[in-house]
């Protein structure tokens, strides 16, 4: 199939994008276009005009530093393959190895992943878990959007329709951190039927300082598996601690389900794959 | 033999990279959808969104006027038309036919049905165009599921099937006697099985161009096919009303068929019709959603099985009772697939004394079910594959050893399993199932399979046998020629051999590949047999015009039939050539000795005439015997005496997760008896594309209808497609027991994987699941099922 | 603000495929394989999907493999593309189409040309791959007629060839197949057997 007409517009600076967006409201923006693109060509998407945010420089790269900030505009190739990264965020560089496939891997970008927040992403969680934060800019500036604020529905984020992601930040590990991501995989999309990112950091005492665990997948919307997180603070990270917080994991949770997954097996794989998710963690800390 | 005449080095046998691949590996491959033609415009289709309604109105008015279109057309247009034939009406199929117009007339019963089309200068437009058109429909209740489709009071596809009943067919001893022999069975086990709708994506989708010359009022039609000969027949005699001669038919490079390319669809004398009527060359070329819409799936059986047994594991009775889902309207060979195809080859490898099997033909709102690899054989060998698992839990006798006690022995070939298939030409099944158990290690999986049990491990064990046997050249008259039965003819297949002046060598072909290779193969036997170097042979095929009448390539009979053909014909041209011989070396044609390329006389092989020599002989033709015609060609049309049933033993070693229900294969073991082989590598290939296909059935794939009948599974996001890494190694051996069918020995291999594969997969899982409880479980085994059968087995 | 916007509704796009320069003015939305096939007549990239899962019009974009049917023509514009039919130097076959032949890696040969893109692109990244790095980087791309096997085994021979090794041609067979229980039928029994179903089938 083929996408209908739209109009295609190429600025060369985000407040140009964001100008161009606030101008059209059935403009999109296009990153990799890996999401939208297939969309337009079933024709369950036709927007007026495309702006395609290719031609703007410095929205790429990756500074592992510190603080690690990303370029909204990486690809997940670029995560793949980034030694500094799999160094701090070992979470990353294996997760963009399992999402799509490599030429998926070689468009796709991170900020088209976060501002897109398709329930079955495998970034969302993963941003979720990191703590991670947005910079954004719109035609009334630039602001930032924590992790917990940017998702707020399916398909739906904070930002306003001006808003175009510029770079995502994620804090530097403290030191005792593990952290892991587990997948079920559908054996067609390839998307997560479930996802949970997990990252753990154990204080000089041995006992959990902070734990963030994210689920995708299974709700709307990536969502934090809150008490699981809280079952854990304090605690020795042991098999105990783990089946314990496993268990919690989809408890509050609202879980879709399909032909594939029912709404059940899916709460239940929430489980399984949160107690995998944290014994990879521990083991890596 | 004397020292001037060198030892043949023959070919047959020998692993021979393909000489198909360099234009494919190049990207200088001629697909369909590749095709340009000067003028060429390009059709797109206006399906039915819904499952089943009246149409009430169509308004092409705002499509006609859109950028680019050069015009649009609805089933009124072409009301004169007739619609597509079923070729296959098997018994009781008779005043219940119903198949599709090229463009829905008044009605549409399922999601996809093709209700108008659009030609345009380019493709985009076409499909702009599409949304131009607006239809109202009157919906009907739609019913997708054939078990909902034969109850009182469901839906009602068409008014000459009442009860949505195609046919009702029957094979074996009549119920009475079976039912008896149940009764008095010492063990007794009933099961309801499915076998899953499927969905045959190879991965060219299909298409079609068309070009009609005024001039010469011919039409030329190129369609991603696997039978053009049968095409050009149907097409030009049963739907246009075209004089034969006028038509050709040419299959570009196909892109896999695996049964879907073999039936006449609508868009082949569509495009045909637009060309006439708009003067240009039309192209259509369906999407993936299309071809999941619309193109044919394959399987969609559901069968109860009842199974009489010793307690000692001997099978005394067998009864079958199937529902098959054959979609909206009868596709092409249908009726035959769900019928003598299936339910003639229930017995499978065992002597079983009374059998009898009962099968009726369903009409729903989904897409046409017809023959899709393996084609009825896949279904038979799941039911009594499983049937003999089933045996074996209530019996206690190990799984195989109950294959082992039931099989039929070598001394009983040709053996007839009484339920009116040919009989088995050869075979020998113990020493393939020993094999397949040797290679697998089975004394040792029982032994860990035990020991994980014990232990309470999260990852369960399960072995999988499945014993095989099928049947190959789909072709015999005195079978697939019997009305009632069959076709109603024969699907022979034909070969022309012609050596030219200068030694070269064509030969044309009924039979046509669409990846399994026949270019490569054709050649091998035909530079033995002609003793020609293999370079200096062409083989040319699925163009109409140029070749000889021939019924396709499907039913694993490309080399069986259309090969034999060859065969058959190399040998007149070798009988002619021998004559011609023996006049230029002034001896008696009886005392010709021709080998390897060179004809001489017995006792004196210094005097050589080498087959180029006669071919040159015999074209110059200024000296040839009293009465010889010049030229060197022979054509043969060959209908073989039989088919051919190869067989084999798969083992399937599977570990599932106790706590997701993911299920993986962690060994694959097949050995396969297909006869002789001509080339060991492309065996090898087509088994391993096959089972991988069997393996996905098991583990990924399947349709699903929602109950408005709409496709879930419509995209491949959805219909799981095994990726590489969702696929174990195979592990393959063979054994070789020749037939007599045909002069080469050989059974055929292209459906054998995927027929024996299915079980094996299914009995392992199920085997996995046994001790919590479980006896039987459907497919696909999708992590969820898996799941839910642990959770109820320990319940 | 710089766009290149041409003609209304049409964008200019400049290319490099397979070494040579083209200039085109494009609607936005034709997709890159649109392009290459039906503009450039580079009909080796084919279309098997609409949802970007089967691969089959993979193509490298700056050394990068991509899926063809996914991209926006305009999105390559400046880029250097290599299609299926640069993968031959001067009619040379590359050590991928080389492994493809040798081990019988393709059958109907449909999914070959996006397979062969995007397993080179994979070597150039991971040079010595094990078995499991190699069906994980063939994700991307279906095959429906191979079973996947001999795939592997290709793009292994070609990681041989690259490193400058070379694997024995020619697959053979999987197992030894030494084991052969024969049952001899001659052919001059051909005859016989014709007339012995005859009488069967009268029966």
């Known amino acids: 199939m083929f996408p209908n007409q739209f109009e295609y517009q190429r600025p060369d600076s985000v407040q140009a994008a964001a100008g161009l967006l606030a101008a059209d409201p059935d403009a999109k923006l296009l990153a990799g276009g890996h999401s939208l693109i297939p969309a337009m060509k079933l024709r369950l998407a036709s927007p007026s005009s495309l702006v395609d945010l290719g031609g703007i420089e410095g929205l790429v790269g990756i500074d592992a530093a510190g603080t690690i900030a990303i370029g909204a505009m990486t690809t997940y190739a670029m995560l793949r393959d980034s030694r ?34 398709d329930p079955a992403a495998d970034f969302t969680a993963i941003f979720l878990a990191l703590n991670g934060s947005v910079d954004v800019t719109g035609t009334n500036g630039t602001r930032t959007i924590g992790a917990d604020d940017l998702f707020v529905d399916l398909f739906t984020t904070a930002l306003q329709p001006d808003e175009i992601i510029t770079s995502v930040s994620f804090p530097a590990p ?25 990252v753990v950091t154990t204080g000089s005492d041995g006992n959990v300082a902070s734990a963030r665990i994210a689920i995708t997948g299974a709700p709307s919307k990536a969502t934090r598996a809150s008490e699981s997180e809280q079952l854990l603070q304090g605690k020795k990270l042991n098999d105990e601690s783990i089946a314990a917080a496993a268990a919690a994991a989809a408890n509050g949770l609202d879980i879709n389900g399909d032909h594939f997954a029912s709404e059940e097996y899916r709460r239940h794989l929430v489980g399984v794959l949160t107690g995998r998710a944290l014994t990879r963690a521990a083991a890596g800390m | 033999m004397a020292a001037t005449i060198e030892a043949p080095e023959l070919l047959v046998g020998q692993p021979i990279r393909r000489r198909e691949d360099p234009k494919l590996m190049t990207g200088s491959g001629n697909f369909l959808d590749d095709i340009r033609l000067p003028g060429m415009s390009y059709a797109a289709i206006l399906r039915s969104p819904v499952a089943h309604a009246r149409i009430t109105s169509i308004d092409t008015t705002k499509a006609r006027n859109m950028p680019g279109v050069i015009g649009v057309f609805t089933g009124e247009d072409l009301a004169d038309v007739n619609p597509l034939p079923c070729a296959w009406q098997a018994a009781g199929v008779e005043n219940n036919v119903a198949t599709p117009r090229l463009l829905a007339l008044g009605e549409v019963r399922q999601v996809g049905d093709p209700i108008a089309v659009v030609v345009a200068e380019s493709v985009y437009q076409a499909n702009d165009a599409l949304e131009g058109i607006e239809v109202d429909f009157e919906e009907l209740q739609a019913v997708v599921d054939s078990r909902e489709a034969v109850k009182p009071g469901a839906p009602q596809l068409h008014e000459n099937a009442p009860n949505n009943i195609v046919m009702h067919w029957t094979c074996g001893a009549d119920a009475e006697t079976v039912d008896k022999a149940l009764a008095g069975a010492e063990v007794r086990v009933s099961q309801s099985v499915a076998n899953q709708r499927l969905i045959p994506t190879a991965m060219e989708p299909r298409g079609s161009v068309g070009l009609y010359e005024p001039a010469t009022q011919e039409y030329t039609l190129w369609a991603t096919s696997q039978a053009p000969h049968v095409h050009k027949l149907v097409v030009a005699a049963f739907v246009l009303g075209i004089p034969e001669q006028k038509i050709r038919v040419i299959a570009p490079d196909v892109g896999g068929g695996f049964g879907s390319k073999i039936f006449v669809y609508f868009d082949m004398p569509l495009v045909l019709w637009l060309s006439k009527a708009l003067g240009r060359p039309v192209k259509f070329f369906e999407d993936r959603t299309e071809n999941y819409l619309h193109t044919t799936h394959g399987r969609d059986h559901h069968t109860d099985i009842e199974i009489g047994a010793t307690k000692d594991g001997k099978i005394t009775a067998l009864k079958v009772s199937t529902l098959a889902n054959l979609g909206a309207y009868l596709s092409t060979v249908a009726p035959g697939v769900a019928t003598t195809l299936y339910g003639r080859m229930v017995a499978g490898c065992y002597k079983i004394p009374n059998i009898h099997v009962d099968v009726k033909g369903v009409y729903t709102n989904t897409a046409m079910v017809d023959a899709y690899r393996g084609a009825g054989r896949p279904e038979a060998t799941f039911v009594i594959e499983r049937a003999c698992d089933l045996v074996a839990d209530a019996t206690g006798v190990d799984p195989a050893e109950v294959r082992r006690r039931n099989f039929i022995q070598p001394a009983d070939f040709p053996y007839d399993t009484g339920i009116g298939m040919l009989p088995y030409d050869s075979g020998n099944y113990v020493p393939a199932l020993d094999l397949a158990l040797q290679h697998a290690g089975y004394a040792s999986l029982l032994e860990q399979q035990a020991a994980r049990r014990a232990n309470g491990g999260r990852k369960l064990l399960g072995i999988g046998v499945s014993s095989y046997v099928e049947v190959c050249g789909i072709a015999p008259s005195k079978w697939i020629g019997l009305s009632g039965e069959g076709w109603g003819a024969g699907l022979w297949e034909s070969a022309d051999v012609r050596v030219y002046l200068t030694g070269k060598v064509s030969v044309t072909s009924g039979s046509l590949p669409h990846g399994q290779g026949h270019e490569t193969t054709f050649a091998q036997i035909v530079a033995d047999r002609l003793g020609v170097p293999y370079d200096d042979i062409e083989i040319e095929h699925s163009d109409t015009k140029g070749t000889p009448f021939g019924f396709g390539s499907y039913g694993s009979r490309s080399l069986t039939v259309g090969g034999t053909a060859i065969y058959k014909s190399v040998d007149k041209v070798v009988e002619k050539a021998k004559l011609l011989a023996a006049h230029m070396l002034e001896a008696a044609p009886e005392d010709i000795v021709y080998e390897n390329g060179k004809a001489w006389v017995k006792g004196s092989p210094d005097a050589v005439k080498t087959i180029q020599d006669i071919a040159l002989q015999a074209h110059v033709a200024y000296d040839l015997p ?17 088919c051919t049933f190869p067989f084999g033993t798969h083992v399937c070693v599977v570990e599932v997760d106790r706590d997701t229900g993911n299920v993986e294969i962690i060994k694959y073991v097949g050995v396969d008896d297909v006869g002789n082989v001509i080339n060991p590598m492309i065996v090898d290939g087509q088994f391993h594309g096959g089972i991988a296909q069997g393996i996905a059935q098991a583990l990924y794939e399947g349709a699903v ?29 063979r054994t070789v027991t020749t037939t007599d069918v045909n002069p080469m020995g050989a059974k055929g291999a292209g459906e054998a994987g995927t027929i024996g594969s299915t079980p094996a997969v299914a009995n392992a899982v199920v085997d996995a699941l046994s001790h919590l409880g479980v006896k039987h479980l459907d497919m696909p085994y999708t992590p969820e099922r898996v799941w839910r059968a642990m959770q109820n087995g320990n319940a | 603000m710089a766009t290149t916007m041409t003609a209304p509704g049409r964008v200019a796009v400049r290319m490099k495929v397979n070494g040579v320069e083209y200039a085109a003015d494009v609607e936005p939305r034709l997709l890159l394989v649109s392009f290459l096939r039906d503009n450039l007549g580079l009909t080796g990239t084919h279309i098997g999907c609409d949802t970007s899962q089967c691969g089959a019009c993979v193509i490298h974009l700056d050394g990068e493999p991509v899926k063809s049917c996914t991209l926006l023509t305009a999105q390559a514009n400046g880029a250097e593309l290599t299609t299926i039919e640069g993968v031959a130097k001067n009619g040379e076959y590359d050590a991928m189409q080389m492994g493809f032949w040798e081990m019988h890696g393709l059958q109907c040969g449909y999914c070959t040309p996006g397979m062969i893109m995007t397993a080179n692109a994979f070597l150039d990244r991971n040079p010595d791959p094990t078995e499991a790095e190699i069906r994980h980087a063939l994700e991307g791309n279906l095959c429906r007629c191979t079973g996947y096997q001999n795939i592997v085994k290709a793009v292994q021979y070609a990681a041989k060839q690259r490193s400058g090794g070379a694997m024995e041609p020619g697959p053979g067979t999987d197992l030894d197949f030494e084991h052969k229980d024969v049952i001899e039928h001659a052919p001059e029994d051909l005859q016989d057997w014709g007339d012995q179903l005859a009488g069967q089938e009268e029966r």
């Open chain 1, 174 to 198: 403290d030191s005792g951190t593990g952290m892991a991501y587990e997948k079920f995989r559908h054996p067609a999309s390839g998307y997560a039927v479930v996802g949970v990112a997990a």
């Open chain 1, 84 to 117: 500094e990264l799999s160094r701090v965020l070992p979470m990353v560089t294996d997760a963009a190895d399992n999402v799509g496939d490599p030429a998926v891997q070689a468009r796709g970008t991170l900020g088209g992943a976060l501002a897109h927040s």
């Open chain 2, 705 to 733: 209808y929602a109950d408005n009948g709409e496709l879930i599974t419509a995209t491949m996001n959805d219909y799981a497609i095994p990726k590489a890494s969702m696929l174990p190694t195979y592990e393959l051996d």
């Open chain 2, 626 to 642: 009293s009465g010889m015609e010049p030229g060197l060609e022979a054509v043969t049309y060959y209908d073989p005496p039989n």
